[in-house]
């Protein structure tokens, strides 16, 4: 599973943080081959809430990946 956040660059009052741009993505929706595949990010997030399943966070503080405009 992946999360992607976006953090601004510049940080300012009107723009501070960062956003979510990707919550929970798999491939296991996909992988499963359910239904609907575009619900896996809410089916865990359900599951963890439920206390069914664990994903454990692993965060990175470092951007891996940089993109200019």
Do not use: W
């Amino acid at each position: 599973m992946l999360n992607v956040r976006r953090e601004y660059k510049q940080q300012t009052p009107e723009k501070s943080g960062g956003k979510d741009v990707m919550i929970n993505f798999s491939l296991l929706g996909q992988e499963a081959n359910l239904e609907f595949p575009h619900l896996t990010p809410t089916y865990i997030d359900n599951l963890c809430r439920l206390g069914l399943a664990e994903v454990r966070r692993c965060m990175s503080t470092r951007p891996l990946v940089s993109m200019r405009p």
